[in-house]
């Protein structure tokens, strides 16, 4: 080795110090090889233009230098280098021979350059154009290497080497191979159009740098590196190769490509059979199938910075047992997928990529591969933005998934997925499970999206937890085809058209719990198709349908401890023949009613729940549906509390309290059949309990009717009913009313043992008092308690009837306390003197009033007081003061006309009373409330009696048949007074109904004076009308 070391030193010497010779070809020597042979080491052989055709053989150290070249050549060189301006070809004229072979014997190194040469004719597979071998420094600068049979540039087990500047291209084999532990520095190189590889690397221990370096339009990949080598790949463009621009493969092999352009290859970069690679920010444009590939178990990637983008197939696909880790990668519109692994044992880490615009698929994951899939972007896929499927397991963390097709696709049996801290918005739907999925779908924010944020469908175990789901299209979260899942503790929000959350199909079984559903479109929650389910602890709240649906036979939910509120419609409506358990809810403050349960089939148990302010009934069951309502809290709904409809309806209503309700307690109509048993009904501001309609039949058994304001119950139009064993205590009117087709007749079946105590007078209207009913002050301690200012005032109207002063004071302080105002006080207590006939109290406390609220509507009350006792001027100024200033409430508007027109009439001026009566009736032309008939009889009466008073007697016949047709027509459906019954009676009279008008006037007095006088004073009306003939009066004389 000692003379190795001093060779090299000779070498060093010679050349530095002018030593070394220059040996000119053809002047010194006819042939390169010549030279070679006659050369002593360190010597330069120039080589002057001209075709060389020879083999040639370096085994020394030396330096070729070929005409016109100005690189690494020395001053003294530079001139005769310059002097020529031709080439320097060296052709080979030996068949499967390389064309320069530099190599040395073993033990031996030596420095080769090359500089300045074109070489070229290799023939036969072992025809390279360059052939270095062994222990040699060789540096090939400047060098032209073309269309040789074999490789262009060959190296095998070099200690170093340096490649510059040099052009290979056209050869038969591989451009460049390099193997067997070389070291090779490639800069500046140009690769082209060689028949396989444009830089072929292999073996162990072989490290070779790419750099700076054109690779192109070679037959096979621009470069591969494969069987154990290493290689760094910086800042070349790659470009139109036949295969993969880039091939890392084999293990062992260690690749790093950085900053490099991989273009219109027929693949982008290649690593795969256990090789590993860095990708890190190159352009990998335009290939014609994947941008990048990572194939094969023990296969290991970093493709980190990179634009990869139109590629034919997929950006980057990551297959059979690789893995891989993509970083703030960019990439986009790839003709399929974006990135997609495969396969059992495929692993790969996603963060903080930019992955758009494919024509399928953003991150396609499939049969087993797994991924976790952190901080990227993915929009624009045409597809899907991430497709998990067929086994595959991804954990998906804070991505931000957007303008998809579908955002997230989880499909498939064995399929595991987490999706956690995901923004997901404006998709065509945000996120899939399917097909036997399973995972959790947790904190992510589902927004924005065309049609459905969240889909479950055929899946077993997927579970929804705190996301915040809205401004969705459609649904929030559609649940179907058999899916099973859990979905709590989401916000559900504005989501249109359909529902928040829809459930469908047989065997579908989510369980609903601790969500905020709000603000949706249509439903908060619908469920149909025959889907089953649990809904509890949600807060359902202002939804443009109602709170839940159920429709379809063979739909069943539980529905419990729930808070729902707000909703357009209902707060839980039901049709369809579905089925629905609802206990221990709170439902309130919804557009309609509380619970809605509708048509044949449809059966509900209402059970433990608190439900109140309602705009129209708290629970409303009709068209043949079948229930249970029982236990529940019923207060301040719009209309009734309970409200049954319908021929077949069938409900039992049990241990309820039901009270302060704005009509009636329960109200059971049209055919409708019930059961009611042990409930509390007080306070409502209409009736206690009311049943109309013939075919409608009730039993009522065993409840507290106490303080409504007008009946306890009532009962009319041959509606039927048992009524045994109630308390009817402290109603405004009476206990007990009956009215009928024929007026008391056929309602009652059964009434027996019941305590009517202190209501409004009569106890019984139309209806004789059982034998053994019992009138004494009831233990009421079972009313919870009174919480409403409206049943405090009737509490107190009741204490006032039996002369109990101090528990009236007492109910109408708590009333106050409660936040009843002085003007409810002062109306409760104007009516009870009013029903009384102490008119001047009942004036007093209605000025009250109207001192409190000019424009209250008790000034009508106080109108028609003023009226009754002959005040007229006062009743004129009222009615006139109404008139101006309730352009808001049409109804009050159209009694003060009616109202004004008697004034006239009484006060002596009909022709003025005429157009105040048809006042009345351009306000309401359309007759939809019993209040409404009741207004337009006594219009009809008066504008009668005016045209009578001035001699038109066909038109007032005419009016009073009016009259007649609507009064008799109302009162089938509803109670009226004296005032009411006496205007009907002489309607009927002065049309020659002078049975049916007796009788109407009969009632009306009995109703001012007692039975007993009725009798009596309709013999005066009698004797009033012995003036007229019985013909005459037929006739309407």
Known sequence: MQWIALGFLFSFIYTFLGIAETITVPNDYATIQGAIDAANPGDTIFVKAGCYKENLLITKPLRLLGEGTTVNILPFERSLASQAGGESIIYGSRRNKPVVVVQ??????????????????????????????????????????????????????????????????????????????????????????????????????????????????????????????????????????????????????????????????????????????????????????????????????????????????????????????????????????????????????????????????????????????????????????????????????????HDNGLGMDVSGTETTASLKENIVQYNFDGVAFRLGAQGEVHSNRIEGNKRIGIIIASTQRVTIHANVIGNNEHEGILVWEGAKCEISGNKIYNNGLNAGISVRDPETKPVIQENTICDNKGWGIFFYKSAKGVVTKNEIYNNGYSGIHIESSGTSLLIEGNDIYDNAEFGVSLTSGAEMTVRRNEVCNNRYSGIVVAEEKSTAVVEGNIIHNNSENGVFIYRGAQGVVKGNEIYNNGFAGVYLKSSGTDVSIEDNAIYENVENGIGIGEGAHGTIRGN????????????????????????????????????????????????????????????????????????????????????????????????????????????????????????????????????????????????????????????????????????????????????????????????????????????????????????????????????GDPKNGIPAFKKTFDLISELRYPGDWELHLFSYTGLGMAYEAIGDLDKAYSAFDEAVKVGEQVLECHAFGRDFLGLLGISCLRTGKIDQGLTYLKKALALSFGDMSADTLAGLVLEELQGYHEEDMRGGK
């Open 680 to 907: 509390y009904i007080y306070g409502n501001s209409l009736y206690g309990i009311v049943c109309a309609d013939n075919g409608t039949y009730v039993s009522v058994e065993k409840n507290v009717v106490a303080l409504n304001a007008y009946f306890g119950m009532w009962i009319l139009r041959s509606a039927r009913a048992h009524v045994l064993e109630n308390i009817i205590a402290m109603n405004g009117w009476s206990g007990i009313s009956v009215l009928g087709y024929d007026y008391g007749e056929n309602g009652i079946v059964d009434a027996s043992h019941n305590n009517v105590w202190n209501n409004g007078c009569p106890q019984y209207l139309g209806l004789a008092k059982p034998q053994t009913d019992v009138s004494r002050e009831p233990d009421l301690s079972g009313i919870a308690s009174l919480k409403g200012p409206t049943i405090c005032q009737q509490l107190g109207i009741a204490y006032m009837r039996t002369g109990e002063y101090d528990k009236a004071i007492a109910a109408f302080k708590q009333s106050h306390k409660l936040g009843g105002t002085e003007v409810s006080f002062y109306w409760a207590l104007g009516n009870y003197f009013y029903n009384l006939g102490e008119y001047q109290k009942a004036v007093l406390n209605y000025q009250n009033i109207i001192r409190k609220n000019p424009h209250h509507f008790v000034c009508l009350d106080l109108a028609w007081l003023e009226f009754q006792q002959g005040r007229l001027d006062e009743a004129a100024d009222l009615f006139e003061r109404i008139i101006k200033t309730s352009d808001d409430d049409v109804s009050l508007k159209a009694w003060a006309w009616t109202g004004l027109g008697w004034v006239y009439f009484v006060s």
């Open 104 to 401: 040395t014997t073993v033990g031996k190194e030596i420095n080769v350059e090359l500089v300045g040469l074109k070489i070229t004719g290799g023939q036969g597979k072992q025809g390279s154009g360059i052939y270095v071998k062994g222990s040699v420094h060789v540096k090939i600068m400047e060098c032209e290497v073309f269309t040789n049979e074999g490789h262009g540039i060959e190296i095998h087990g070099v200690i170093n080497g340096e490649l510059s500047k040099v052009k290979v291209y056209g050869n038969g084999r591989n451009g460049i191979f390099i193997e067997g532990g070389s070291e090779i520095r490639i800069r500046a190189a140009q690769t082209q159009r060689n028949v396989l590889i444009g830089i072929a690397i292999c073996d162990k221990g072989t490290f070779v740098t790419v750099e700076n370096s054109g690779i192109s339009h070679n037959g096979q990949e621009g470069i591969l590196i494969w069987n154990g080598a290493q290689a760094d790949i910086f800042g070349n463009k790659i470009y139109t190769n036949g295969s993969y621009g880039l091939t890392v493969e084999q293990w062992g092999t260690l690749c790093v490509a950085k900053q490099n352009l991989i273009q219109n290859n027929s693949g982008g970069v290649s690593v795969a059979q256990g090789a590993q690679g860095q990708i890190l920010d190159n352009k990998v444009l335009g290939n014609a199938s994947h941008g990048v590939l990572v194939a094969h178990y023990g296969t290991k990637a970093l493709i980190e910075k990179n634009s990869i983008e139109d590629n034919s197939t997929v950006g980057v696909a990551i297959v059979v047992g690789a893995r891989a880790t993509l970083r703030a990668n960019e990439i986009k519109a790839n003709k399929y997928h974006g990135v997609e692994m495969a396969n059992i044992g495929t692993y790969a880490e996603l963060s903080d990529n930019k992955i758009s615009n494919h024509t399928q698929v953003g991150v396609y994951v499939h049969d087993g591969a797994e991924v976790m899939f952190m901080h990227n972007e993915v929009w624009g896929n045409t597809s899907r933005g991430i497709l998990l499927e067929a086994a595959a397991d991804g954990t998906l963390i804070d991505n931000k998934v």
